[in-house]
């Protein structure tokens, strides 16, 4: 199973911006697809952004997009999800995601491709 690691969850008024950062150890991220998934209270998870091994990136179309920008910085071995516009809707626990085999498909409809997990970084949008 491989080590992800998120921070840089926290408090946010509305319209306020946070940045998410998944860091990897013990592999080569940019080997792997990596997800975004976000599970608010009393909801299923949901798949909003992920990057793939050769940077194509896709994000969930109805909340995210044009609002989240997701970027990969091979030398510090991270993933960051820069979140824009945010509204009370975005408050959840965010989590990133990796897929067993490298250069795997980056997916976001759904969670079954991805093996290993972060312990997930909590994002509260509220006045």
């Known amino acids: 199973q491989l080590h992800l690691v998120e921070s840089g969850g926290g408090l946010v008024q509305p319209g306020g911006s946070l940045r998410l950062s998944c860091t990897a150890s013990g592999f080569t991220l940019e080997d792997y697809s990596i997800g975004w998934f976000r599970q608010a209270p009393g909801k299923e998870r949901e798949g909003i952004s992920c990057i793939s091994s050769s940077g194509r990136t896709k994000y969930r179309e109805d909340s995210v997009k044009g609002r989240f920008t997701i970027t990969r910085d091979s030398a510090k071995n991270t993933v960051y999800l820069q979140m824009n516009s945010l509204n009370p809707e975005d408050t959840a626990v965010y989590y990133c995601?990796?897929?067993?085999?490298?250069?795997?498909?980056?997916?976001?409809?759904?969670?079954?491709?991805?093996?290993?997990w972060g312990q997930g970084t909590q994002v509260t949008v509220s006045s």
């Open positions: 995601a990796a897929p067993a085999s490298r250069f795997g498909r980056c997916v976001i409809d759904g969670d079954s491709e991805y093996a290993s």
